[in-house]
């Protein structure tokens, strides 16, 4: 029988609460920049990374000044702040409202401005058709079950010259058994795609992750890159981050990042 918990409006919901809950815990993600942190990004040209360490390269930017450029999943007064920074006009789409009024608070506090929009990157139904220059998705879909009416949106809401750029999780990141990674071992067990309503067992997900804990998909490359180029999107830029907080990191990066274009 069909479980309302696979809906895709059911999983924005749980999502949107979890992250919330995130930011009341004080989730790395979701602390925005210091003024210290902001001086010193000034000093280096506002470089954005949407994998944890490495920036995109400037090539894949260009000059923002008054370019729009959608942030997807960006929220947190982080790397929206510093698109801002460069001139770009920012609309933020976020599924926490939380998230979301951090961008706005931290945009506010640097003097900058963001259009703040409310919404799942899976049903961006609420933006205009060829409305941005550009759609930068941070590390975010693996909170989505279904990443194709993502970049169908994506590839919408573009201008004919626009781009895109999206961090996402290296698929391998969810093989592993996450009990023995929290022993410190490596041990094969979920096959790729993975769903934490389907690869686990609801009892074993609540031990593991609690009740407040967002729901992750693990997506396949065919569904990320692949994904990308039957939307008519050309990737003509790629990079690698590793994780440096968990033993995976040592093995092979947790993290890419792909720039497309029209």
């Not at 990737?235 to 092979?252: S, T, V």
């Amino acid at each position: 029988m069909y479980s309302n918990r696979f809906d895709p409006r059911v999983i924005a919901q749980s999502n949107a609460r979890a992250w919330d809950i995130e930011v009341a815990n004080g989730h790395w993600a979701t602390t925005p920049l210091t003024d210290d942190e902001f001086r010193e990004a000034r000093c280096k040209g506002f470089p954005v990374s949407l994998t944890g360490f490495r920036p995109i390269p400037e090539s894949w930017l260009g000059d923002l000044s008054g370019r729009r450029v959608l942030c997807i999943a960006c929220g947190g007064g982080q790397q929206t702040v510093l698109l801002a920074a460069r001139g770009a006009l920012i609309t933020s789409l976020e599924n926490s409202a939380q998230q979301l009024w951090r961008d706005i608070d931290t945009c506010a506090r640097f003097g900058l401005t963001v259009t703040a929009v409310e919404g799942s990157m899976d049903d961006m139904h609420m933006l205009e058709n060829s409305d941005f220059d550009m759609v930068v998705l941070g590390v975010g879909a693996q909170f989505v079950a279904d990443v194709r009416p993502v970049f169908t949106h994506v590839t919408r809401v573009l201008t004919e010259e626009g781009a895109f750029i999206g961090a996402f999780m290296n698929p391998v990141c969810y093989v592993f058994d996450w009990a023995a990674q929290e022993a410190g071992q490596l041990k094969l067990r979920h096959k790729v795609p993975y769903s934490d309503l389907t690869s686990l067992h609801e009892e074993e997900r609540m031990a593991l992750f609690g009740p407040d804990a967002p729901l992750e998909f693990g997506h396949s490359l065919e569904q990320i890159l692949g994904g990308l180029l039957v939307e008519g999107l050309r990737i003509d830029g790629y990079l690698e981050d590793f994780k440096e907080r968990d033993a995976i990191g040592e093995y092979f990066p947790s993290y890419f990042a792909v720039r497309a274009s029209r």
